[in-house]
């Protein structure tokens, strides 16, 4: 059974930081694009992040959060983690993994993945950031 954990998530201020991490466990971690999309009250779901090691490896961030926040994974452990800083009001959403089999399309497993749609989603984690 494929399961993503994510956790990290809580109330923080603006300008400050939250380190987000997903556990992921059911499936072989590598072979799979790992993404971070998030859903803000009254708005579309974006997707905000996505990294897979198929290949020379391949990470997407979307425009708005470009130069704040940073992903990585440590395989050994199956995990994700999606580091944010300079964190902004619009950031508050809630926050979810996701997974799908990484695919060696043109434009990247990660935008190929984002694009098409996940599999699997996990449980979200709520980020608050105060003005």
């Known amino acids: 059974e494929v399961q993503l954990q994510a956790s990290g998530g809580g109330l923080v201020q603006a300008g400050g930081s939250l380190r987000l991490s997903c556990a992921a466990s059911g499936f072989t971690f590598d072979d799979y694009a790992i993404g971070w999309f998030r859903q803000a009250p009254g708005k579309e779901r974006e997707g905000a992040s996505c990294?897979?090691?198929?290949?020379?490896?391949?990470?997407y961030y979307a425009d708005s959060v470009k130069g704040r926040f940073t992903i990585s994974s440590d395989n050994a452990k199956n995990t994700v983690y999606l580091q944010m800083n300079s964190l902004k009001p619009e950031d508050t959403a809630v926050y979810y993994c996701t997974a799908r089999p990484s695919y060696a399309a043109v434009l990247g497993p990660c935008r190929w993945s984002m694009y098409y749609g996940m599999d699997y989603w996990g449980k979200g984690t709520l980020v608050t950031v105060s003005s």
């Open positions: 990294i897979s090691s198929l290949g020379d490896g391949d990470t």
